[in-house]
């Protein structure tokens, strides 16, 4: 039997000038169902071991040791400094025997070649080519049976319950096929929607999984990580809800799910039997390690210096700059201190509003914040709300289209601004780079309306939820942060609601308070200009009762200003026209009470 098998070769860790280890995988399967794998004897080991196996790979650990101790690992007099197995050898599984051999984790099912550098999961029937991948496999159901701690860790399995589907459903099956059968198998007892998903968890579980992946549960609160071992099989279960069945080593402790990455955390909230975790498998390669455990490792493999540790690159911490001195200077705040908090409340609440009057810099100050924070304005997106602002135009939605080249016209699902920057900011290689959506006038539009479920994210980050349109299953990435600006002339802070309240952090730019208040005093003196216009504004704010309507330095701020009578007109086309509309209806005489010759007079 053995001798049918095609062998499978392993280069160890800085082996040059030494053989590789040789071995065949058996058809025998062990009590779980993983395939058995035997290395040759004469074949070489590696004498020094990663310091943490032990901690995390107890099992290979203690077979090590109990091999050395019977004399089956042995010090090499071919190759000094290594040692070799003097017999035959079976293990449990080919990355069982790949850990043994190496001292330091291996996924078995890639680094087993044959002489031609072709992977050893080629080799296994009905799999998909490619990498290897990670899965999210739930072992509760709805009466709160545990099938993780009754079943998959003490037997090394992974099930998925599939009670009405026929027997003989082979792995490999297709989409199509498995549509099929699901129809007429789960017809009278399942609704369109669940057989629709059913399709999605059987296809991943007897198709996609192929051995050498990574499988993940939940149970008690920890999540549990193991490696799958075997191919699929279709078993008569008594409980019913066990009918699928894979082998898996576990790993022998769970990580507790509250000290997860926040990324895993929102993919581990998808609520579906099976889901697809390879954009995190980062992530999950680096639980329970520390950033030296994680160096060591990578120093027993075969891989390009200059590329950055995966497991490494993903618990990069995101940083938001410092606001520096010079940044302050330039947007003349009167203290630095007053953009380090707000940089601290975008740090801690991820999405923030500046409000005030109209003319108090709002949309200039986020935007100018936020290309500080990100890097560059490519890392920045504006949109302004407005009172038909829907959540199509915002997130997604079916928009019509010109086809290019039958110039048909037709609805095609289309992403909002938001949705392109999540897409962006959770790209390869920018995950770790601050974004920033800026929202001007967010006050303008029904929020509930533009945000739809969305709205839920701004307050749990951590999660996902089930996308109206597409159907994906989303969340926003943790590098994307959102600055609204809100104008009180338009509507009072007083009036926005509770829900809104609790998923922003607030912060002030009002003529009332710094930074607002001495702003126009400042820039005429950066400027070299006569600081009337200054006095003038600060009159004619002291005689504006209600704080919300007292007019910002802004229009004051501008070339035009300045020129030949340049005061006198933006007075009178800018400022006065804002208070005319404030005491509509009054019977006010807005010129004689806020016109530039009754506060001259008032100052003289």
């Given at each position: 039997?053995?001798?049918?098998?095609?062998?499978?070769?392993?280069?160890?860790?800085?082996?040059?000038?030494?053989?590789?280890?040789?071995?065949?995988?058996?058809d025998?399967?062990?009590?779980?169902?993983?395939?058995?794998?035997?290395?040759?004897?004469?074949?070489?080991?590696?004498?020094?071991?990663?310091?943490?196996?032990?901690?995390?790979?107890?099992?290979?650990?203690?077979?090590?040791e109990?091999?050395?101790?019977?004399?089956?690992?042995?010090?090499?007099?071919?190759?000094?400094?290594?040692?070799?197995?003097?017999?035959?050898?079976?293990?449990?599984?080919p990355?069982?025997?790949?850990?043994?051999?190496?001292?330091?984790?291996?996924?078995?099912w890639?680094?087993?070649?044959?002489?031609?550098?072709?992977?050893?999961s080629?080799?296994?029937?009905?799999?998909?080519?490619?990498?290897?991948?990670?899965?999210?496999?739930?072992?509760?159901n709805?009466?709160?049976?545990?099938?993780?701690?009754?079943?998959?860790?003490?037997?090394?399995?992974?099930?998925?319950?599939?009670?009405?589907?026929?027997?003989?459903?082979?792995?490999?099956?297709?989409?199509?096929?498995?549509?099929?059968?699901?129809?007429?198998?789960?017809?009278?007892?399942?609704?369109?929607?669940?057989?629709?998903?059913?399709?999605?968890?059987?296809?991943?579980?007897?198709?996609?999984?192929?051995?050498?992946?990574?499988?993940?549960?939940?149970?008690?609160?920890?999540?549990?990580?193991?490696?799958?071992?075997?191919?699929?099989?279709?078993?008569?279960?008594?409980?019913?809800?066990?009918?699928?069945?894979?082998?898996?080593?576990?790993?022998?402790t769970?990580?507790p799910?509250?000290?997860?990455?926040?990324?895993l955390?929102?993919?581990?909230?998808?609520?579906?039997?099976?889901?697809?975790?390879?954009?995190?498998?980062?992530?999950?390669?680096?639980?329970?390690?520390?950033?030296?455990?994680?160096?060591?490792?990578?120093?027993?493999?075969e891989?390009?210096?200059?590329?950055?540790?995966?497991?490494?690159?993903?618990?990069?911490?995101?940083?938001?700059?410092?606001p520096?001195?010079?940044?302050?200077?330039?947007?003349?705040?009167?203290?630095p201190?007053?953009?380090r908090?707000?940089?601290?409340?975008?740090?801690d609440?991820?999405?923030?509003?500046?409000?005030?009057?109209?003319?108090?810099?709002?949309?200039?100050?986020?935007?100018?914040?936020?290309?500080?924070?990100?890097?560059?304005?490519?890392?920045?997106?504006?949109?302004?709300?407005?009172?038909?602002?829907?959540?199509?135009?915002?997130?997604?939605?079916?928009?019509?289209?010109?086809?290019?080249?039958?110039?048909?016209?037709?609805?095609r699902?289309?992403?909002?601004?938001?949705?392109?920057?999540?897409?962006?900011?959770?790209?390869?290689?920018?995950?770790?780079i601050?974004?920033?959506?800026?929202?001007?006038?967010?006050?303008?539009?029904?929020?509930a309306?533009?945000?739809?479920?969305?709205?839920?994210?701004?307050?749990?980050?951590?999660?996902?939820?089930?996308?109206?349109?597409?159907?994906?299953?989303?969340?926003?990435?943790?590098?994307?942060?959102?600055?609204?600006?809100?104008?009180?002339?338009?509507?009072?802070?007083?009036?926005?609601?509770?829900?809104?309240?609790?998923?922003?952090?607030?912060?002030?730019?009002?003529p009332?308070?710094?930074?607002?208040?001495?702003?126009?005093?400042?820039?005429?003196?950066?400027e070299?200009?006569?600081?009337?216009?200054?006095?003038?504004?600060?009159?004619?704010?002291?005689?504006?009762?209600?704080?919300?309507?007292r007019?910002?330095?802004?229009?004051?701020?501008?070339?035009?200003?300045?020129?030949?009578?340049?005061?006198?007109?933006?007075?009178?086309?800018?400022?006065l026209?804002?208070?005319?509309?404030?005491?509509?209806?009054?019977?006010?005489?807005?010129?004689?009470?806020?016109?530039?010759?009754?506060?001259?007079?008032?100052?003289?």
């Amino acid at each position: 039997m053995v001798d049918e098998c095609p062998e499978f070769r392993l280069r160890l860790p800085n082996g040059d000038g030494i053989g590789r280890a040789r071995g065949v995988l058996l058809d025998e399967t062990g009590t779980n169902g993983s395939r058995k794998f035997l290395v040759r004897a004469g074949s070489p080991v590696r004498e020094h071991v990663m310091p943490s196996l032990g901690k995390h790979f107890k099992a290979p650990t203690k077979r090590r040791e109990e091999l050395r101790a019977q004399g089956v690992l042995a010090p090499s007099a071919r190759w000094p400094g290594w040692l070799e197995l003097t017999e035959d050898v079976v293990f449990g599984s080919p990355s069982f025997a790949a850990v043994v051999l190496v001292g330091a984790p291996r996924n078995g099912w890639e680094q087993w070649r044959t002489e031609d550098d072709r992977p050893l999961s080629d080799f296994m029937s009905g799999v998909w080519a490619g990498p290897n991948r990670s899965w999210l496999v739930r072992g509760s159901n709805v009466t709160g049976l545990d099938l993780v701690q009754r079943l998959w860790l003490p037997e090394g399995r992974v099930t998925l319950a599939a009670s009405r589907l026929r027997q003989g459903v082979r792995q490999g099956v297709s989409k199509d096929e498995l549509r099929t059968l699901v129809q007429e198998d789960y017809e009278s007892t399942a609704t369109y929607s669940q057989r629709q998903q059913l399709v999605e968890d059987l296809h991943a579980f007897l198709s996609r999984m192929k051995p050498g992946d990574t499988v993940c549960t939940i149970s008690g609160g920890r999540l549990y990580v193991g490696e799958i071992t075997g191919e699929a099989e279709q078993t008569e279960s008594e409980d019913r809800r066990s009918n699928l069945r894979r082998p898996v080593e576990w790993q022998p402790t769970g990580f507790p799910y509250d000290d997860l990455p926040e990324e895993l955390q929102q993919k581990l909230s998808i609520q579906h039997d099976v889901v697809d975790l390879s954009a995190v498998q980062a992530h999950i390669e680096g639980l329970g390690l520390t950033d030296q455990e994680l160096a060591e490792e990578a120093g027993t493999t075969e891989r390009d210096p200059s590329m950055e540790i995966p497991a490494l690159a993903a618990r990069r911490e995101l940083e938001l700059p410092e606001p520096t001195d010079e940044l302050a200077a330039e947007l003349l705040v009167h203290d630095p201190e007053w953009l380090r908090e707000v940089r601290d409340l975008l740090w801690d609440e991820r999405q923030l509003v500046l409000y005030g009057p109209p003319g108090t810099g709002k949309t200039y100050l986020a935007l100018k914040l936020a290309e500080f924070l990100g890097g560059g304005p490519e890392q920045v997106k504006l949109v302004q709300f407005h009172p038909s602002y829907s959540y199509e135009d915002f997130f997604e939605g079916f928009r019509p289209q010109e086809d290019p080249e039958t110039r048909e016209v037709a609805f095609r699902l289309t992403a909002g601004p938001l949705r392109e920057l999540a897409d962006l900011a959770s790209r390869e290689g920018n995950r770790h780079i601050p974004h920033f959506l800026i929202i001007d006038e967010i006050n303008r539009a029904n929020l509930a309306k533009v945000f739809g479920e969305l709205y839920f994210l701004l307050e749990y980050r951590n999660k996902s939820v089930r996308l109206t349109y597409s159907g994906d299953d989303f969340a926003l990435p943790p590098n994307l942060f959102v600055i609204g600006t809100m104008n009180t002339a338009d509507r009072s802070i007083a009036l926005v609601d509770a829900a809104m309240r609790r998923r922003f952090a607030f912060v002030e730019l009002s003529p009332r308070v710094e930074p607002t208040s001495g702003l126009l005093r400042r820039w005429l003196e950066r400027e070299g200009k006569d600081s009337e216009p200054a006095d003038l504004l600060d009159a004619l704010n002291t005689r504006i009762d209600d704080p919300d309507f007292r007019i910002g330095p802004s229009y004051l701020m501008k070339k035009g200003v300045y020129r030949e009578g340049g005061l006198e007109r933006t007075w009178r086309t800018k400022i006065l026209p804002l208070l005319e509309e404030h005491h509509y209806g009054e019977g006010v005489d807005v010129e004689k009470r806020y016109g530039l010759e009754a506060l001259r007079e008032s100052s003289g």
